[in-house]
């Protein structure tokens, strides 16, 4: 069943664009081990945080990515930006009306 994380991550000021261009950094490695969805976004009501949808084949698919070296870098490289507020959903994905 297909799983979604959705977050999102506050940024030290001065830092959510850093930190955006870490999140959109082109991965092929990413398609290859189940992520069917990976969108990066931002809300003018709270520029400090960065908005995250992700879409994977299945909740394993999404836990065995964190354990690629891309995806363990691109965590370091973009641990120091964060300012340590965090939220969001995980959710298996039931259904949607956009394919069958």
């Not at 999140?23 to 992520?35: A, D, F, T, V």
Request: net charge negative; charged share 25%; with cysteine.
């Amino acid at each position: 069943m297909t799983f979604a994380n959705v977050g999102k991550l506050g940024a030290k000021p001065g830092e959510r664009d850093r930190l955006i261009e870490i999140l959109i950094r082109p991965s092929g490695e990413m398609s290859k081990h189940g992520c069917l969805l990976y969108e990066v976004g931002i809300n003018d009501d709270e520029p400090h945080m960065v908005f995250v949808s992700e879409l994977w084949e299945s909740e394993a698919a999404h836990a065995a990515s964190l354990e690629l070296d891309s995806v363990r870098a691109a965590i370091a490289e973009a641990m120091p930006l964060l300012s340590g507020e965090m939220g969001g959903y995980r959710f298996e994905v039931i259904g949607s009306p956009l394919r069958s």
